[in-house]
Protein backbone atom coordinates (compact mmCIF):
# COMPACT_ATOMS: atom_id res chain seq x y z
CA UNK A 1 0.00 0.00 0.00
CA UNK A 2 1.36 3.28 -1.39
CA UNK A 3 0.28 5.46 0.37
CA UNK A 4 2.48 8.63 -0.62
CA UNK A 5 2.48 8.53 -4.76
CA UNK A 6 4.30 10.75 -7.16
CA UNK A 7 3.07 9.34 -10.90
CA UNK A 8 5.49 11.16 -13.19
CA UNK A 9 8.79 9.45 -12.54
CA UNK A 10 10.40 11.63 -14.90
CA UNK A 11 10.16 15.42 -15.94
CA UNK A 12 12.16 17.23 -18.28
CA UNK A 13 12.04 21.47 -18.26
CA UNK A 14 14.10 24.20 -20.12
CA UNK A 15 16.11 26.58 -17.72
CA UNK A 16 14.47 29.64 -16.76
CA UNK A 17 11.42 28.20 -16.75
CA UNK A 18 8.72 26.43 -13.78
CA UNK A 19 9.17 22.99 -12.63
CA UNK A 20 6.89 21.43 -10.85
CA UNK A 21 6.50 18.36 -9.47
CA UNK A 22 3.15 16.56 -7.79
CA UNK A 23 2.59 14.40 -4.89
CA UNK A 24 -0.60 12.39 -3.78
CA UNK A 25 -0.94 10.70 -0.18
CA UNK A 26 -3.40 8.41 1.10
CA UNK A 27 -3.45 8.94 4.71
CA UNK A 28 -5.27 12.17 6.09
CA UNK A 29 -3.28 11.53 9.33
CA UNK A 30 -0.26 13.43 8.10
CA UNK A 31 -0.01 16.12 9.56
CA UNK A 32 3.51 17.01 8.15
CA UNK A 33 5.08 17.10 4.51
CA UNK A 34 8.61 17.25 3.38
CA UNK A 35 10.16 17.65 -0.38
CA UNK A 36 13.80 15.84 -0.40
CA UNK A 37 16.45 16.60 -3.26
CA UNK A 38 18.75 13.63 -4.35
CA UNK A 39 21.79 12.58 -6.19
CA UNK A 40 22.93 9.57 -7.35
CA UNK A 41 24.65 7.49 -5.18
CA UNK A 42 24.46 9.98 -2.06
CA UNK A 43 21.53 10.68 0.57
CA UNK A 44 18.72 12.95 0.06
CA UNK A 45 19.44 16.47 1.51
CA UNK A 46 16.59 18.86 2.83
CA UNK A 47 14.71 20.88 0.95
CA UNK A 48 11.50 22.92 2.05
CA UNK A 49 8.57 21.27 4.31
CA UNK A 50 4.75 22.41 4.97
CA UNK A 51 2.56 21.52 7.54
CA UNK A 52 -0.61 20.55 7.33
CA UNK A 53 -2.10 23.68 8.82
CA UNK A 54 -0.59 26.06 6.10
CA UNK A 55 -1.15 25.32 2.54
CA UNK A 56 1.55 27.12 1.09
CA UNK A 57 5.21 27.71 2.33
CA UNK A 58 7.77 29.66 0.15
CA UNK A 59 11.94 29.55 0.26
CA UNK A 60 13.49 31.35 -2.23
CA UNK A 61 12.92 29.27 -5.71
CA UNK A 62 11.12 26.55 -4.34
CA UNK A 63 7.34 26.73 -2.90
CA UNK A 64 5.64 24.17 -1.70
CA UNK A 65 1.40 24.45 -2.18
CA UNK A 66 -0.55 21.95 0.04
CA UNK A 67 -4.27 21.11 -1.00
CA UNK A 68 -5.59 19.36 1.88
CA UNK A 69 -8.78 18.81 0.21
CA UNK A 70 -7.68 16.69 -2.50
CA UNK A 71 -4.55 15.05 -0.57
CA UNK A 72 -1.80 16.85 -3.29
CA UNK A 73 1.16 18.22 -2.94
CA UNK A 74 3.48 20.03 -5.72
CA UNK A 75 6.72 21.50 -5.24
CA UNK A 76 7.53 24.91 -7.63
CA UNK A 77 11.04 25.54 -8.43
CA UNK A 78 11.02 28.86 -10.57
CA UNK A 79 13.34 29.86 -12.38
CA UNK A 80 14.77 26.28 -13.37
CA UNK A 81 18.66 25.50 -12.78
CA UNK A 82 20.71 23.32 -14.23
CA UNK A 83 21.90 22.07 -11.00
CA UNK A 84 17.91 21.39 -9.79
CA UNK A 85 18.37 18.04 -12.19
CA UNK A 86 18.15 15.41 -9.69
CA UNK A 87 15.72 13.03 -8.20
CA UNK A 88 13.18 14.69 -6.06
CA UNK A 89 11.39 12.77 -3.21
CA UNK A 90 8.37 14.02 -0.94
CA UNK A 91 7.67 12.12 1.98
CA UNK A 92 5.14 12.62 4.86
CA UNK A 93 4.67 11.83 8.61
CA UNK A 94 2.08 12.19 11.29
CA UNK A 95 2.73 12.19 15.31
CA UNK A 96 6.60 13.11 14.43
CA UNK A 97 6.89 9.73 13.67
CA UNK A 98 8.68 7.82 10.38
CA UNK A 99 8.33 9.40 7.24
CA UNK A 100 6.60 7.60 4.99
CA UNK A 101 8.76 8.74 1.27
CA UNK A 102 7.19 8.63 -2.54
CA UNK A 103 8.85 6.82 -5.14
CA UNK A 104 10.47 9.83 -6.69
CA UNK A 105 10.54 12.24 -9.49
CA UNK A 106 13.89 12.38 -11.95
CA UNK A 107 14.13 16.06 -12.77
CA UNK A 108 15.98 16.87 -15.89
CA UNK A 109 17.02 20.98 -16.07
CA UNK A 110 18.10 21.54 -19.72
CA UNK A 111 19.77 24.43 -21.18
CA UNK B 1 25.28 21.85 11.30
CA UNK B 2 23.35 18.62 10.82
CA UNK B 3 25.99 16.82 9.07
CA UNK B 4 25.94 12.71 8.88
CA UNK B 5 28.17 10.19 7.98
CA UNK B 6 28.30 7.32 6.84
CA UNK B 7 31.11 4.45 6.57
CA UNK B 8 32.33 2.86 4.69
CA UNK B 9 30.91 4.08 1.72
CA UNK B 10 30.93 1.31 -0.74
CA UNK B 11 31.49 -2.79 0.40
CA UNK B 12 31.99 -5.61 -1.67
CA UNK B 13 31.50 -8.75 0.28
CA UNK B 14 31.10 -12.57 0.02
CA UNK B 15 28.26 -14.32 0.67
CA UNK B 16 27.92 -15.59 4.45
CA UNK B 17 30.39 -12.97 5.76
CA UNK B 18 28.49 -9.86 8.14
CA UNK B 19 29.15 -6.07 7.04
CA UNK B 20 29.15 -3.12 9.45
CA UNK B 21 27.78 0.02 7.99
CA UNK B 22 28.16 2.74 10.44
CA UNK B 23 26.09 5.72 10.99
CA UNK B 24 26.99 9.35 12.87
CA UNK B 25 25.87 12.52 13.78
CA UNK B 26 28.76 14.89 13.53
CA UNK B 27 27.81 18.13 14.85
CA UNK B 28 24.81 17.35 17.14
CA UNK B 29 23.19 14.71 19.10
CA UNK B 30 20.65 12.49 17.35
CA UNK B 31 17.80 11.63 19.49
CA UNK B 32 16.12 9.22 16.66
CA UNK B 33 18.35 7.63 13.61
CA UNK B 34 16.84 5.52 10.96
CA UNK B 35 17.87 2.85 8.29
CA UNK B 36 16.33 2.68 4.73
CA UNK B 37 17.28 0.73 2.35
CA UNK B 38 16.87 1.99 -1.58
CA UNK B 39 16.50 -0.79 -4.84
CA UNK B 40 17.03 1.28 -8.21
CA UNK B 41 14.67 3.60 -9.46
CA UNK B 42 12.41 2.77 -5.92
CA UNK B 43 11.15 4.97 -2.96
CA UNK B 44 13.55 4.79 0.62
CA UNK B 45 12.47 1.97 2.47
CA UNK B 46 12.10 2.40 6.40
CA UNK B 47 13.74 -0.44 7.65
CA UNK B 48 13.99 0.61 11.50
CA UNK B 49 14.37 3.23 13.79
CA UNK B 50 16.60 3.41 16.56
CA UNK B 51 16.57 5.55 19.99
CA UNK B 52 19.61 5.74 21.69
CA UNK B 53 20.11 3.16 24.86
CA UNK B 54 17.15 1.48 23.38
CA UNK B 55 16.34 -1.53 21.01
CA UNK B 56 15.56 -0.57 17.32
CA UNK B 57 11.69 -0.89 15.99
CA UNK B 58 11.79 -3.06 12.92
CA UNK B 59 9.13 -2.51 10.15
CA UNK B 60 7.24 -5.21 8.80
CA UNK B 61 9.29 -7.54 6.94
CA UNK B 62 12.16 -6.88 8.10
CA UNK B 63 14.24 -9.48 9.60
CA UNK B 64 15.57 -8.02 13.17
CA UNK B 65 18.06 -10.84 13.63
CA UNK B 66 19.25 -9.98 10.05
CA UNK B 67 19.74 -6.51 10.41
CA UNK B 68 21.27 -5.68 13.82
CA UNK B 69 21.29 -2.36 14.79
CA UNK B 70 22.99 -0.83 17.57
CA UNK B 71 22.75 2.79 18.65
CA UNK B 72 25.36 3.30 21.35
CA UNK B 73 25.33 6.78 21.55
CA UNK B 74 23.70 9.68 20.63
CA UNK B 75 25.71 10.50 17.83
CA UNK B 76 26.52 6.48 16.16
CA UNK B 77 24.09 3.81 15.14
CA UNK B 78 25.73 0.73 13.50
CA UNK B 79 24.00 -1.22 11.45
CA UNK B 80 25.34 -5.23 10.47
CA UNK B 81 24.21 -7.55 7.68
CA UNK B 82 24.35 -10.71 8.90
CA UNK B 83 25.14 -13.80 7.04
CA UNK B 84 24.84 -11.72 3.75
CA UNK B 85 23.33 -12.94 0.28
CA UNK B 86 23.28 -11.18 -3.36
CA UNK B 87 19.84 -10.15 -2.64
CA UNK B 88 20.83 -8.16 0.17
CA UNK B 89 22.95 -6.10 -2.45
CA UNK B 90 21.14 -2.53 -2.20
CA UNK B 91 21.87 1.13 -0.97
CA UNK B 92 21.82 1.22 2.90
CA UNK B 93 21.28 5.06 4.19
CA UNK B 94 20.85 6.48 7.66
CA UNK B 95 19.30 9.73 8.78
CA UNK B 96 18.97 11.39 11.96
CA UNK B 97 16.62 13.76 13.99
CA UNK B 98 18.16 16.77 16.38
CA UNK B 99 15.38 16.58 18.01
CA UNK B 100 11.18 15.20 18.17
CA UNK B 101 10.69 16.67 14.70
CA UNK B 102 10.12 15.41 11.44
CA UNK B 103 13.38 16.79 9.95
CA UNK B 104 15.73 14.37 9.32
CA UNK B 105 19.53 14.19 8.08
CA UNK B 106 20.61 11.97 5.97
CA UNK B 107 23.95 10.56 5.46
CA UNK B 108 25.58 9.52 1.93
CA UNK B 109 24.33 5.93 1.45
CA UNK B 110 26.55 3.12 1.63
CA UNK B 111 26.61 0.72 -1.45
CA UNK B 112 26.62 -2.90 -0.97
CA UNK B 113 27.06 -5.57 -3.18
CA UNK B 114 27.52 -9.50 -2.01
CA UNK B 115 28.85 -11.52 -4.69
Known amino acids: DQQVKQNSPSLSVQEGRISILNCDYT??????FLWYKKYPAEGPTFLIS?????DKNEDGRFTVFLNKSAKHLSLHIVPSQPGDSAVYFCAAGYNTDKLIFGTGTRLQVFP | GAVVSQHPSRVICKSGTSVKIECRSLDFQATTMFWYRQFPKQSLMLMAT?????????EQGVEKDKFLINHASLTLSTLTVTSAHPEDSSFYIC???????????FGPGTRLTVT
Open chain 2, 95 to 105: SASRTVSYEQY
Open chain 1, 27 to 32: NSMFDY
Open chain 2, 50 to 58: SNEGSKATY
Open chain 1, 50 to 54: ISSIK
